[in-house]
């Protein structure tokens, strides 16, 4: 019996604590971090979507992406047009295929916060960074969790960042994020994969021979 009531017990703890979550942004908000600050490293697929702005336009694109905390990203686009957008943690350098053009400019700051690619990378904390809401989010899957966050410290160009989450598994499934100008652009993930020992080698980028080099302003070849 002692051990039947210890179980039930540890039960209704569990319930209890989902329950709370469920209804508690902020501690829902807090769990996630708590899940990924155990996230080494993580990638799969994603698919982008853009919408909005002052042209009013609606864009998509896909691909691959990798992410090794803290700092370093590369997103690699397949379709419609190959580029790719690698982050050693230092330098980020966006690959323009189709222009042969690669652009060198300095990681991005965590200290500016709302930016969504610094939560993943390990950068930015949703408890600490944002306040956080329940808030419907355009093209998340059915099923999510989804909350709305605004970043604490106000940011030149994200008005907010929004995150869809596995109630189950606690991952984030998908991201978007609302600019300044109206626009929204969102991250549809799957096939995730977590700590899978990348190495920081995978985030190191070679620049290819042949293509014109923008580096804060000035051009090489």
């Known amino acids: 019996m002692g051990t039947?009531?210890?179980?039930?017990?540890?039960?209704?703890?569990?319930?209890?604590?989902?329950?709370?979550?469920?209804?508690?942004p902020a501690a829902l908000a807090s769990r996630v971090q708590q899940r990924y600050d155990t996230v080494r490293d993580f990638q799969g697929d994603f698919v982008q979507t853009y919408e909005g702005g002052v042209?009013?336009?609606r864009t998509s694109e896909r691909g691959t992406m990798a992410i090794k905390r803290p700092g370093r990203m590369r997103f690699?686009?397949?379709?419609?047009?190959?580029?790719?957008?690698?982050?050693?943690?230092?330098?980020?350098?966006?690959?323009?295929?189709?222009?042969k053009q690669v652009i060198v400019s300095p990681a991005p700051d965590?200290?500016?916060?709302g930016i969504p690619a610094l939560f993943l990378a390990g950068q930015?904390?949703?408890?600490?960074?944002?306040?956080?809401?329940?808030?419907?989010l355009p093209g998340a899957a059915p099923g999510l969790?989804?909350?709305?966050?605004?970043?604490?410290?106000?940011?030149?160009?994200?008005?907010?960042?929004?995150?869809g989450i596995d109630p189950k598994t606690l991952q984030i499934?998908?991201?978007?994020?609302?600019?300044?100008?109206?626009?929204?652009?969102?991250?549809s993930f799957t096939?995730?994969?977590e700590n899978r020992g990348l190495t920081d080698k995978d985030f190191e980028f070679r620049i290819p021979r042949g293509v014109d080099v923008v580096t804060n302003g000035t051009r090489s070849q």
């Open 4 to 24: 039947v009531r210890f179980v039930l017990g540890s039960l209704a703890i569990a319930v209890t604590a989902a329950t709370l979550t469920a209804q508690d």
């Open 191 to 193: 096939n995730l994969k």
């Open 110 to 113: 965590p200290s500016e916060g």
């Open 124 to 136: 930015s904390d949703l408890g600490r960074d944002y306040t956080a809401s329940f808030t419907p």
């Open 76 to 99: 690699s686009y397949a379709k419609p047009e190959r580029k790719e957008f690698v982050s050693d943690g230092t330098r980020l350098y966006t690959y323009l295929v189709a222009d």
């Open 55 to 57: 042209l009013r336009t």
């Open 145 to 163: 969790l989804t909350l709305n966050l605004v970043p604490k410290k106000p940011h030149a160009d994200i008005d907010s960042i929004g995150i």
């Open 173 to 187: 499934q998908y991201l978007t994020a609302l600019d300044k100008q109206g626009g929204r652009s969102s991250f």
